[in-house]
């Protein structure tokens, strides 16, 4: 547990805005370096592909290393900065967010006068780095450069909130899953695919599957929770366990698939919960009609409050998904599956 | 040809649960003597080998909409998600079938007029429509969870004139024509005919790509149904007993929709016409896009209230 | 001039004959190898002057925002549906041509006498937009066009002082610097593919891209400027005479940042001037040749022009002069550079 709050420190500090994943792609191949494995390519989009095992039939792992982010897109006359967004960004709780560009440079998200509800949109907020004209600010944040919101992890009990859990949260628990398992002797050869803009529209993920042609695809990423005050209405609940996919806007997984998963979880007495996301897709959308069909899924992690600076995620969540996770990789059952 | 409509139409596959109707289409495959393949994600198809290697692939989608279980309120009452697309103002009052471990009835609640506070002009939105079994909630928990379909009543009613009422017409009049064409292929073609039968198109048209990349086809007919007309509404001007309708725009191959309207006119056989200036909504787009591009025309049967269940 | 011809020959998204046999025709003296595919795409092959046989894409869309016929009225007037994306706010009063019959109309309006005042605010549907043939009657119409025949806007070149007036400058000046750039001959195997229905869902692209499997991708393109007058510092998104757009993100693609860091080198060094495309909606065929197979690094340069997507549009001739002249030199030195792909991103991964 405390390994884990360690890993979501690190990498919530990490910038990663889709198409600019290079911090984070290098902070997991130091990860993997360390573990002596030395099977590591990079897809010409940029994902970081793991292989382990030598099992015939092969599973796709896929967590984005990607996070929502901003782009600047013009400086004005006061070296203010206007932005667009990277990937659905909410413009409720921008006012007064920190950003931080991929230079490490710094600024405060601020607003126009707003007279009215209406008037709240995002062409209407800007960046504030400190500059005091044009020419201060194109030398520190150019035209082009991406950047992510900063914010500080906090740990509460057993809930963490920070700014970038999707899908930071994917990647480490594929990374200590791997650190897991890469030692046994695996019934599949699994990559583990740490894929890029998954945000902006899986494509990371399409390229990888194209490539790897896997039997099996599985993403783990964050999905929404229905139990906030007068919130979305979704049945699943922060703290119950691993989410298993039903249905989202980009899937539905194949229903001898999840039975799998379902009995997997309860032989080996994992909590879990089945989901159904209304709107929204994953990795595991695109994984799926790549080429032939691939059967896919996606493990979800509860997250509270996805897609703002404060995504709230617990940590037992987590441990059950890395515990189902690890069962289906190790033990034959997903291998057997006819279809 | 009824038969199999009534056969087909009043079997459930929705979208990622296809596999009742597959098994239905592939007992009328091979009673057609075609050689029968599925693949993963649930399409199927029939092979006629021909004297060449050229492949026409004549494709329907067999999934249909429905509903899915989305989560417990209660006393027996289940919210619910839509597969696919529909018009909400379809749902109070009607009867459902939950297919938890055993098939439960149940009804998409509505407030009687007695009842009424609220604006009676205002269509009940989406979230205030729950399906209600009546059953104590410990009975549901075990019987049913989230993830389980529910279907919409499977009526099939004969009208005058020939003309029949029933659900998932879209598109299990497609999939009649291609067990019906099987059928009726006796003699080996010139080129090889693939018929298939996909999953998953009205929800984001997933098995167009996937066996359209397995199949390799060099033409393609994609059978779907489409509107036929009815009062108010808009933009439509095919109609009910008009005739086959034939789509025109950038997804449908020039030449191949000229030898269809040709092949038409020799045989006297009455046809419409339906634009589509922005493809890629259906099958017949996306197989059209498959590998290095296949020249494909769709051709669709004019239905009434499509998208609801008569 | 090849621009003019270009500009003023119709191709609207879907049925674009017209252009690909223009292109076919102006191609085959200079082209190794041309052919074209099922959607339609024009594919040009220039073989490498070396042995290295590296595949580079370049890419451009022959296809424009037009019409289909949807409907021919009692009276013989002529409905129509958008092919792409045009306002319908700026088609009244403006001519139309349908090229597979070679028939001129124009879309009426109501006299200003005839119409309330709330009726001057009111944008048109496509409903009520009524193209006129001249015809008498529906039978007397049906004797020239037919339900699912494709038109275009009717708009003539012209050019002024280094300005250049025309329709379908999206994406025919991409068209136009290809023709160009095919004119030389680099190290590698260059594939222009002209494709079809981009403004449709970007759609022959996807084919296109099947058959030539290139290792790398440059779309080039015509894209917003919008500096007009303003009251507010804001994003202009492009303007014009400021060079060649630069797209670093856009709804379907971000742009590889080795190719990003590259081209503006390259401009750097030849004292191009250029610029970022500074808005990021819209898509472009190079969101399916980015993630075509196993992905492919593409980027796409764009020359600014206002008006897109309405009948007549304005470009600079200089923004096209340096658009060829920085992706020529970009070319020029792919392969000193290092820029194609290999290393680590080639090994694979079995």
Known sequence: ?339 | MKKILQDLSQTFGPSGKEEEVLNKVRGYFKRAGLEVKTDKLGDIWGIRRGKSNKILMIEAHMDEIALMVSGFEGRGFLRFTNIGGFDHKIFPGLEVMVHGKKKLHGIITSIPPHLQTGDSKVAWKKDELLVDTGLADEIIRAQVCIGDYISLPKNFIELKNSRVAGTSFDNRIGVTLLCDIAQRLKKQPEFTVVFASTFGEEVGLRGGIVSSYNISPDLGICFDGSFGDFPGQKDTSTKLGGGPIISIGPAYHPILVEVLKATAKKSKIKIQEEIEPRPGGTHAGMIQLSKTGVGVAGISVPLRSMHTCV | MLLKELSNLPGPSGYEKVIRDYLKKTLKPIADEIYSDILGNLICLKRSSKSTKHKILISSHMDEVGFLISDISKDGLVRVRPLGGIDPRVVLSKRIYFPEHKIFGVIGNIPIHLQKDSDLERVPDWESIHVDIGAENEKDAKKYLKVGDYGVFDTQFKEIDGTVMGKAFDDRIGCYIITELLKNRYDFDLYAVFSTQEESGLRGIRTAVDSVKPELGFNLECTTAGDLPREKDISPSTELGKGPAITIMDRTSISSPKLLRYLTETAGKNKIPYQFKRSQTGGTDAGYINTYGSGVCCVTVSVPARYIHSPVSIAKKSDIAYTIKLIDSALKNLTKNKILPGGNNNEKNN
């Open chain 1, 1 to 339: 547990m405390k390994r884990t709050i360690e890993l979501i420190k690190k990498f919530n500090t990490l910038v990663g805005p889709s198409g600019y994943e290079d911090e984070v792609r290098e902070e997991i191949k130091k990860f993997v370096l360390k573990l002596g494995i030395k099977s590591i390519t990079e897809s010409p989009l940029g994902s970081l592909i793991i292989k382990v095992g030598t099992g015939k039939k092969k599973v796709m792992l896929a967590g984005h290393m990607d996070e929502i982010g901003v782009l600047c897109t013009y400086i004005d006359k006061d070296g203010f900065i206007r932005f667009s967004p990277v990937g659905g960004v909410s413009k409720y709780g921008l006012i007064g967010t920190r950003v931080k560009f991929i230079n490490g440079v710094k600024g405060i998200i601020g607003a126009e006068s707003l007279k009215k509800p209406d008037d709240f949109v995002l062409e209407k907020l800007y960046i504030d780095i400190g500059a005091r004209s044009t020419k201060e600010a194109e030398k520190l944040v150019p035209i082009g450069t991406f950047g992510v919101f900063d914010r500080e992890v906090d740990v509460l009990g057993t809930r963490v909130a920070a700014k970038a859990h999707d899908d930071r949260i994917g990647c480490i628990v594929m990374m200590e899953v791997l650190e897991k398992v890469y030692k046994k002797k695996l019934p599949y050869t699994v990559y583990f695919v740490f894929t890029t803009q998954e945000e902006v529209g899986l494509r990371g993920a399409k390229v990888a599957a194209y490539d790897l042609e896997p039997d099996f695809g599985i993403a783990l990423d964050v999905t929404a929770t229905g139990d906030t005050l007068d919130g979305y209405k979704m049945a699943v609940k922060l703290g119950a366990g691993v989410a298993i996919k039903v249905k989202d806007s980009s899937l539905i997984t194949h229903p001898k698939l999840k039975d799998l998963l379902v009995k997997t979880a309860e032989k080996n007495k994992i909590k879990f919960q089945l989901e159904i996301l209304d709107r929204g897709g994953t990795d595991a959308g695109a994984i799926h009609l790549t080429k032939s069909g691939i059967p896919s899924t996606v493990l979800s992690i509860p997250t509270r409050y996805v897609h703002s600076q404060s995504e709230m995620i617990d940590l037992d969540d987590v441990k059950a998904t890395e515990d189902l996770l690890e069962k289906l990789i190790t033990t034959s059952d997903l291998g057997n599956l006819k279809f």
